[in-house]
């Protein structure tokens, strides 16, 4: 029995090698090239354990880690949906739900229930945990594409207002702090003509 846990363990652990191979839109800082969910769900470990103190509710930061690590696992099965597709997006949830079967079944069943549960509190975003891990997955590619001189916003004729909209309500529902980041990115982006005008 052990060394079957320990094999499913290799398993989902080899499986998740592939987010090294999923592109999301948003490019890395020093290359011209795009970040893959591997890095992105690193640089938010690291984004959770620095910022936790600006949590706007007290935080179980371990459970936040968990979190942000396991939260794009689904797109190995589903890939990066860009989060202004609006035709992509209205599958979505349907091919990530179909995923995360799959995917989290690979665990054996204690741990297939800890992730996948792991999984869903992310998705639904009410406890403190999982607003602040959506706060910075918010955040993450906004600080990104303004560091980066919009580029990815600029190639796809990203509005002010589409980010705004997208992003602002899930960021301060998760810190004050950030939340005042988002603002002031959104406002330099505008003025320096990295985000189109409504």
């Known amino acids: 029995m052990q060394n079957d846990r320990f094999s499913q363990q290799i398993a989902f652990i080899l499986e998740l090698d592939k987010l090294k191979n999923i592109y999301r839109q948003t490019l890395v800082l020093h290359e011209d090239r795009q970040e893959n969910d591997a890095e992105h769900s690193f640089h938010l470990a690291i984004m959770a354990a620095v910022l936790a103190e600006h949590a706007r509710e007290e935080v179980d930061i371990l459970h936040v880690m968990k979190m942000v690590l396991i939260h794009d696992v689904v797109e190995i099965d589903a890939g990066d949906t860009y989060c202004y597709d609006t035709v992509g997006n209205q599958s979505k949830a349907e091919r990530e739900q179909k995923a995360a079967d799959r995917i989290f079944a690979l665990l054996p069943e ?32 906004m600080l990104l594409n303004y560091t980066k001189g919009g580029i990815s916003w600029k190639k796809h004729g990203i509005h002010a207002s589409q980010v705004e909209n997208r992003n602002y309500g899930v960021i301060e529902a998760g810190s004050d702090q950030i939340g005042e980041l988002a603002k002031e990115i959104i406002e330099a982006a505008k003025s320096a003509g990295m985000l189109l005008e409504d």
Not at 129 to 141: M, Q, S, T, V
């Open 110 to 141: 204690d741990q297939c229930r800890e992730y996948r549960g792991l999984w869903d509190e992310f998705e639904a975003r009410e406890t403190a945990e999982a607003k602040f891990a959506n706060a910075l997955d918010r955040i993450h590619p």
